[in-house]
C-alpha cells in the first residue's frame, strides 16, 4: 500500500514558468512534509517542508501549499530555471519514518 | 557545517567479502539514518538510530548491521551481499526524530557483483 502518491511522474517547464508537483498521503499520523531535490549521483536536499497547521509556505521561488482535509500538499515552483531540473520527491514523516513519493523528474527547456 | 560525510563514495564487493559504509556529522544531530535507494526510485528507510540507540529497523536482511559507535558516526557493516542489494546507499541525520529537518550526505553507490 502506497502511502504517498506523487504526481506527475515527470514534467517539462519553459524557462520562467511554473512547475507544479502533487502529493497525496493517507496517513493521518504524519506530521511533518518535506519536499526534496535530487541531482543525479548527490543525495536528496531538502527544500522546504512544512507542518499540517500551516496552509501554505514559500521560500523564495519555492511554495508549498497544504490541505489538511485533502490530506495533499503541493510543491510550486515560480519562475523555473534550468538549473531547477532536477528529480523532485515529496515526503511525508512522522516519528523519524520518512516515506517518500515516487518522484517527480522535471526538466525546464530554456 | 551542515554537512554529512559518507565514506567510501563507490564500493564493489563480492558476494563473499566484508565490507563497511561510514557515515559521519558534526551538526550535533541526535538521530541518524540509513536509506537505500535504487535507481530511478525514492530512497527507502533501513534503520534509524536515536540517541546512539536503534530505533527503528524497517525489517532488513541480517546481511546489513548497522552500527552507532558514537553521537557523531554511523556505520553500516555488509557482509554476504546479494547482486540485488547493488544501490546507492544514503545516510542522514536530524536533530531529533520528530518533525525536523533531514541532512542527507552524497551516499555511496555500491555494486555487488
Known amino acids: 500500500q502506497q502511502q504517498v502518491k506523487q504526481s506527475p511522474q515527470s514534467l517539462i517547464v519553459q524557462k520562467g514558468g511554473i512547475s507544479i508537483i502533487n502529493c497525496a498521503y493517507e496517513?493521518?499520523?504524519?506530521?511533518?512534509f518535506p519536499w526534496y531535490q535530487q541531482f543525479p549521483g548527490k543525495g536528496p536536499a531538502l527544500l522546504i517542508a512544512?507542518?499540517?497547521?500551516?496552509s501554505e509556505k514559500k521560500e523564495g521561488r519555492f511554495t508549498i501549499s497544504f490541505n489538511k482535509s485533502a490530506k495533499q500538499f503541493s510543491l510550486h515552483i515560480m519562475d523555473s530555471q534550468p538549473g531547477d531540473s532536477a528529480t523532485y520527491f515529496c515526503?511525508?514523516?512522522?516519528?523519524?519514518?520518512?516515506?517518500f513519493g515516487d518522484g517527480t523528474t522535471l526538466t525546464v527547456k530554456p | 557545517d551542515t554537512e554529512v560525510t559518507q565514506t567510501p563514495k563507490h564500493l564493489v564487493m563480492g558476494m563473499t567479502n566484508k565490507k563497511s559504509l561510514k557515515c559521519e556529522q558534526h551538526?550535533?544531530?541526535?538521530?541518524m539514518y540509513w536509506y537505500k535507494q535504487k535507481a530511478k526510485k525514492p530512497p527507502e528507510l533501513m534503520f534509524v538510530?536515536?540517541?546512539?540507540?536503534?530505533?527503528i529497523n524497517e525489517s532488513v536482511p541480517s546481511r546489513f548491521s548497522p552500527e552507532c559507535p558514537n553521537s557523531s558516526l554511523l556505520n553500516l557493516h555488509l557482509h554476504a551481499l546479494q547482486p540485488e542489494d547493488s544501490a546507492l546507499y544514503l545516510c542522514?541525520?536530524?536533530?531529533?526524530?520528530?518533525?525536523?529537518?533531514?541532512?542527507f550526505g552524497q551516499g555511496t553507490r555500491l555494486t555487488v557483483v
Open positions: 542522514a541525520s536530524s536533530q531529533g526524530l520528530m518533525n525536523t529537518e533531514a541532512f
Open positions: 496517513n493521518t499520523a504524519f506530521d511533518y
Open positions: 512544512i507542518r499540517p497547521d500551516v
Open positions: 515526503a511525508a514523516s512522522y516519528a523519524g519514518k520518512s516515506t
Open positions: 551538526m550535533g544531530h541526535r538521530a
Open positions: 538510530y536515536s540517541y546512539e540507540k536503534l530505533s
